[in-house]
């Protein structure tokens, strides 16, 4: 009886409780339902569709004022239990923490990266702790940050996790459409759960979609392809759809020359996407608008080569062909419509002759399949003036008289004529049609004169002007690029009243600040603004102000 109740005691000892396993409590962590269960302050958060780390969905958020982008969730948690918070950033300064633990409230943060940076700290919740607040937030005066795949890892507080994704299935409905002599359109059924789409080419991955179509460019004239497509997201990738076969055309003629730019002209991006602006069509971009650049265009595996993906999820369901259709009344209307590359995030590098070439074929193919006037170049991230002329010159040499060439440097990228930007225009002078360097996320840089000027003034916009005014491009190439709205930029905004008295110092020596340049420029080419949907959300009080002054400057 003894041994037996030993061996009894022996057994019940080795037998220990099962815990649960720790789960990510937080709900729609990856923003893949908008922002559902999550409140930003002031409006200023959105769910975009770029950049993500996963899925379809990250969270963009704009600090403005003294608004820091504050982004927050009640999160329920269970007492006495320790949890890790984290979530991937980019962007601009990004702070992670949680409050209301019942312990010590916890938080970290980074100055901003380029590329998705992981920030995480953890905290133990208090006795009677059963919800936190858990939230992130950027800093004042500083650029829009990214956030995605936020966990609050650890003991089921009663919401249990959320289903992963599972590998979705193969597309259907592939078709092929628009063909030129480099390029295939291509359009297929949207699938459940996709977070992405690979594109093939003859069996290898030729580029990738978010949506549902896609422009394969850098393909040779009169040539027959097969194409398949697979759905991708988290958890992996689909099988292959069917494939089918369609021809590029002929070699021929290139798209005819569009509208004369006027002689002062205002230019807006157009965004090609849904960061908390007003969602436009190009149809609904005002009229005062001359020159509109589409933004923008995404880079491919192939260094140099870009190609175009209009976002209809992003845009209320907008079309290709609806869109197709609005660049043609544009131009009817005697608007020039243009493709934009690079941005804030842009990646794409053109530094050899391989490069070179591949972004003038695709930029070229671009120009045949939309009928896009030309190309905006918003490289934010590095440009090899070397190569980019190189480039530039043979997309010319394709694209004839009517090329319309647009430049969106920053100003550290003007302030000499050594720098890469300032010796790529110098460099396309002769086809360059306007420069609209970007006076805004600058802070204080040097004028003509020698003097330091901060942003936000008449002669901030006036000094540095005169920089390239006084540095070899003409009058007519140079224009003056704004914020359309406080909430179009981190800092640097100015009223459209200080845009105007600008175009007039320059232009006429009137209405100058402090700095008044040695000479004026009458044929200055005007103003340009980031972007028509930040425009429109402010009810289009910078075109309505902007558009008619510079239609009337000499």
């Known amino acids: 009886m003894a041994v037996a109740t030993a061996a009894a005691l022996t057994v019940t000892g080795l037998v220990s409780t099962a815990q649960a396993a720790d789960v990510n409590n937080a709900k729609n962590a990856g923003f893949e339902s908008g922002l559902a269960n999550w409140t930003c302050s002031g409006g200023s958060g959105a769910a975009v569709s770029s950049p993500v780390r996963s899925g379809t969905s990250a969270l963009k958020a704009t600090p403005a004022g003294q608004d820091n982008a504050k982004c927050s969730q009640s999160v329920k948690v269970k007492p006495n239990s320790t949890y890790t918070l984290s979530s991937w950033v980019q962007g601009g300064y990004a702070y992670l923490g949680a409050s209301g633990t019942g312990t010590t409230d ?57 289903p992963g994704p599972v590998i979705p299935a193969a597309p259907a409905g592939l078709t092929a459409g628009a063909t030129t002599t480099s390029s295939v359109a291509l359009s297929w059924n949207a699938v459940s759960g996709a977070a992405g789409y690979k594109v093939y080419r003859n069996g290898a991955q030729a580029t990738t979609s978010t949506g549902t179509s896609a422009t394969v460019t850098g393909l040779t004239a009169d040539t027959a392809y097969e194409f398949s497509v697979s759905a991708t997201n988290a958890a992996g990738e689909s099988v292959k759809s069917a494939a089918i076969s369609a021809r590029t055309a002929k070699e021929g003629t290139g798209p005819g020359p569009g509208p004369a730019v006027p002689k002062h002209a205002v230019t807006g991006y157009w965004q090609n996407f849904n960061n908390g602006a007003a ?56 608007k020039n ?42 490289l934010e991230n590095g440009l090899n003036a070397t190569y980019m002329t190189k480039a530039l010159r043979q997309l010319s040499a394709k694209a004839g008289s009517g090329l319309v060439i647009t430049m969106a440097p920053q100003t550290i990228d003007m302030q000499s004529t050594s720098g890469e930007y300032f010796k790529t225009a110098l460099n396309i002078k002769d086809i360059l049609t306007v420069v609209n360097m970007q006076y805004y996320n600058s802070g204080s840089m040097l004028g003509c004169d020698g003097k330091v000027y901060s942003q936000g003034s008449v002669d901030f916009l006036t000094a540095l002007a005169c920089i390239q005014l006084e540095g070899g491009l003409d009058p007519s190439q140079v224009g003056i690029g704004v914020p359309a709205s406080t909430r179009g930029a981190g800092s640097g905004y100015v009223a459209p009243s200080i845009v105007n008295a600008a175009l007039d110092c320059l232009t006429k020596g009137t209405n100058c600040g402090s700095f008044k340049p040695s000479k004026t420029y009458p044929s200055l080419r005007g103003a340009m603004t980031w972007s028509t949907n930040w425009d429109a959300t402010a009810g289009f009080a910078w075109s309505k102000a902007v558009g008619p002054h510079v239609r009337s400057l000499p």
């Open 279 to 334: 969602v436009q069509k190009l149809t609904d971009v005002p009229a005062d608008y001359d020159i509109i650049a589409v933004s923008f265009a995404d880079a491919t595996p192939t260094p140099g080569q870009v190609t175009f993906n209009l976002d209809t999820a992003g845009l209320n369901g907008y079309t290709d062909a609806q869109f197709r259709a609005d660049i043609k009344t544009k131009q009817a209307q005697g």
């Open 106 to 162: 916890v938080s970290t943060w980074t100055p901003g990266s380029s590329s998705w940076t992981k920030l995480s700290t953890s905290f133990t919740t208090g006795a009677n702790t059963t919800s936190v607040t858990v939230y992130t937030h950027g800093w004042y005066g500083q650029a829009a940050y990214f956030a995605d795949d936020i966990e609050v890892t650890g003991p089921d507080g009663g919401g249990g996790e959320e």
């Open 337 to 378: 419509v243009i493709i934009s590359i690079g941005g804030e995030l842009g990646t794409v590098r053109v530094d050899n002759d391989a490069s070179a070439t591949a972004f003038a074929n695709s930029v070229y193919a671009l120009m045949q399949d939309y009928g896009f006037n030309g190309v905006d170049i918003d």
